[in-house]
């Protein structure tokens, strides 16, 4: 079993199982090509513990699915006018199955409804939608953004590191899921997000989301991350960088990557960080693989510079 330690304040609270989750997924109940049963098999195939079924403007009645020893979670993208025109993409995870608000007339509408409703939100695909980094830190009560999205690919636009460290850089402590938003075989599990819950209910995982309890990646895995005494420690899968990013320590007070640790050309598997040695505020670690491929942490308030 996979063990990380890691609350959204880098504080090391517990152990916990890591569960891997599809946190954005569609089927023929919008406008995916399969069924939620094909959904539930496609899945289950390549090792998922967990599905969200995150159909446009409809909620699926999960409980009326057999999971497969898969966790399933109710969810719901919804699509108020957002400003210039554009429309927001807000996913819900957690909501009943008769959640009711699925035409919600503003962003900040659907994220009240749905957070009210004991959802946990995240603003998809900020990038893909025409979104800023001050469009998404309108919104009120969300968890975050998605840090990456495989169904964005065909423009290049599944990539959201700047809209959530302009974000973070401002203070906002966004968390980010990394998604597939499966709707047909192209994108399907291309990313994931890995949840360090209590139990693989769909409870505990939708409040583990809420506490920043999960890391997200296209492949490398973190296997342990705890802050012990002002130290960040970090024990991953083989990465050729692993990066802190965070605001420079000195000179101009703009959001910066401050290379720690560097593997290339030999792969590293850990890093130690002194915090009293890093900038205060929100510090987050990304790794990089030698195929390219991205993993997030979510973000660490350092209070012991
Ligand atoms: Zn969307
Ligand atoms: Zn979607």
Redesign the pocket.
Known sequence: MRKIILGKNGEPTYERQVFKAAL?T?TVNSDGHFSPEQVIDMYKSIGYDAIVF?D?KFVNKVSEYDGRGMTLVSGV?LHPAGPRGVDW?ILAIGVPEDFKDTEPATGQEAVDCAVAAGAVVFC?HPYWCGLHPEDVMQLENIAGIEVFNS?CRYLGKELNMYVWDACLDAGKEYTAIAVD?MHDRRNYGGAWTMVCAKSNSAEDIVDALKKGDFYSTQGPEFTKLVVNDGVLEAEFTACQYAVIVGRKSTGTPVWVHEYIKKGEPEETTEIKIDLRECPKGLLRIQLRDSQGRYCWSNPVNNTFA
Request: charged share 20%; glycine share 0%; no cysteine.
């Open positions: 954005h569609h995150s446009h993208e993409h998809a169904t938003d």
